[in-house]
């Protein structure tokens, strides 16, 4: 079955700049959505179609596409950003795939 | 405001049925896809089945077809999850969420998602 790789754990300071990356063999062929979730509550759509942001979303999160890896960029990380990120796409069939998700710590 | 509130959620032995509610309100139902998604304990999520816009189509991913039935009441602007035969590996919190498109065109993400509502399948 087809998989999205992302790392478990990813750590910055405040100010600094998180990236968290997805991997997956069909994502030259395929857009990339991004989910934000904070403990106990539900996802938030924070990118859509690889770099999309939708209303509301905060100009510092940003998204990118290069091959096989999609990159959400949180430039200026703030406390309220510390979440579980998740990167879904599509398999072959076009059902959604997620990755296993990462959580970013602000430090 | 716009949101979606899951119900129905609970503690069933194994082999049992229940069935989700999911309430949509300050939006158009009838207009969107609609979807479950599930999330098992400290894990990550999981597309369940999807329903197009007038119920005319419905997808389930594999491993809850056969088992499990997407449904929608578009006049009172509620979709529905029919869980049969349920398993163990079911447990999870529940969420339903919305397609984006207004086209009648799946768009396959989501862009509104409820809290979601807790099934523990135990004996």
């Known amino acids: 079955s087809y998989e999205l790789t992302q790392p478990p754990s990813v750590s910055v300071s405040p100010g600094q700049t998180a990236r968290i990356t997805c991997s997956g063999d069909a994502l030259p062929n395929q857009y990339a959505y991004w989910y934000q979730q904070k403990p106990d509550q539900a996802p938030v759509l924070v990118m859509y179609k690889d770099s999309e942001r939708p209303s509301g979303i905060p100009e510092r999160f940003s998204g990118s596409s290069s091959g096989t890896t999609v990159t959400l960029t949180i430039t200026g990380v703030q406390a309220e950003d510390e979440a579980d990120y998740y990167c879904?796409?599509?398999?072959?069939?076009?059902?959604?795939?997620f990755g296993g998700g990462t959580k970013l710590t602000v430090l | 405001q716009v949101q979606l509130v899951e119900s129905g959620g609970g503690v069933v032995q194994p082999g049992r049925s229940l069935r989700l509610s999911c309430a949509a309100s300050?939006?158009?139902?009838?207009?969107?896809?609609m979807y479950w998604v599930r999330q098992a304990p400290g894990k990550g999520l999981e597309w369940v089945a999807v329903i197009s816009y007038d119920g005319s189509s419905k997808y389930y991913a594999d491993s809850v077809k056969g088992r499990f039935t997407i449904s929608r009441d578009n006049s009172n602007n509620t979709l529905y999850l029919q869980m049969n035969s349920l398993r163990t590996d079911d447990t999870a919190v529940y969420y339903c969420a919305r397609d984006p498109e207004t086209t009648r065109v799946l768009a396959w993400y989501f862009d509104l998602w409820g809290r979601g509502t807790l099934v523990t399948v135990s004996s």
């Open positions: 300050g939006f158009t139902f009838s207009n969107y896809a």
């Open positions: 879904q796409s599509a398999d072959t069939s076009g059902s959604p795939v």
